[in-house]
T-cell receptor, first 110, second 118 residues
Framework: GQQVMQIPQYQHVQEGEDFTTYCNSSTTLSNIQWYKQRPGGHPVFLIQLVKSGEVKKQNRLTFLFGVSKMNCSLHITATQTTDVGTYFCAGPGGGSRLTFGEGTQLTVNP | DTEVTQTPKHLVMGMTNKKSLKCEQHMGHRAMYWYKQKAKKPPELMFVYSYEKLSINESVPSRFSPECPNSSLLNLHLHALQPEDSALYLC?????????????????FGEGSWLTVV
């Protein structure tokens, strides 16, 4: 079945530093979604990208869907302590499923 | 704030107990899901209901029994669970059932029920 690989598994940064997480799929994706899960919380939808090469921004967050539609990334500029959490990419997994990446756990030192 | 509400938020149960997790959404969504999440792992799909009918069972053991009384409600009945079943159980909903070719259908998660089996 389809797999979505996400790296890195963990990222520790100083407040103010940038952060990037990457996802690669074994197959072409029709769309990619991103979720954020705060410690002790539940996954919260952030954004969806559909088009090849699409770039979307939400304040300090920049989301990219690769031209091949097999890879994507999330970049956070000048991290803040409120950015702490685990970021998951997710793509259609076939048969009405959503396949999640393993997640990147971000910690931000003040 | 999530528009998918789950109860209870925390549950401790013995291996011989019978309990239920409940989920409710009022967004008019026609697809509802149960996911299981272990620490530091992504959510794992358990069941999908589409238009109140069970459409996907990811080979979940029969000690987990889902029920969809109506389009807004989803239950997960628990019986004779094992300690390894301890996890965060997430309910979710989407406008329609996800399909591989669709570009929409965001999943909205509830806050989850933290289950501990002792």
């Amino acid at each position: 079945g389809q797999q979505v690989m996400q790296i890195p598994q963990y990222q520790h940064v100083q407040e103010g530093e940038d952060f990037t997480t990457y996802c690669n799929s074994s197959t072409t994706l029709s769309n990619i979604q991103w979720y954020k899960q705060r410690p002790g919380g539940h996954p919260v939808f952030l954004i969806q990208l559909v088009k090849s090469g699409e770039v979307k921004k939400q304040n300090r967050l920049t989301f990219l869907f690769g031209v091949s539609k097999m890879n994507c990334s999330l970049h956070i500029t000048a991290t803040q302590t409120t950015d702490v959490g685990t970021y998951f990419c997710a793509g259609p997994g076939g048969g009405s499923r959503l396949t999640f990446g393993e997640g990147t756990q971000l910690t931000v030192n003040p | 704030d999530t528009e998918v509400t789950q109860t209870p938020k925390h549950l401790v149960m013995g291996m011989t107990n019978k309990k239920s997790l409940k989920c409710e959404q009022h967004m008019g969504h026609r697809a509802m899901y149960w996911y299981k999440q272990k620490a530091k792992k992504p959510p794992e799909l358990m069941f999908v209901y589409s238009y109140e009918k069970l459409s996907i069972n990811e080979s979940v053991p029969s000690r987990f029994s889902p029920e969809c009384p109506n389009s807004s409600l989803l239950n997960l009945h628990l019986h004779a669970l094992q300690p390894e079943d301890s996890a965060l159980y997430l309910c979710a909903s989407s406008q329609d059932q996800l399909t591989g070719g669709h570009s929409g259908n965001t999943i909205y998660f509830g806050e989850g029920s933290w289950l501990t089996v002792v």
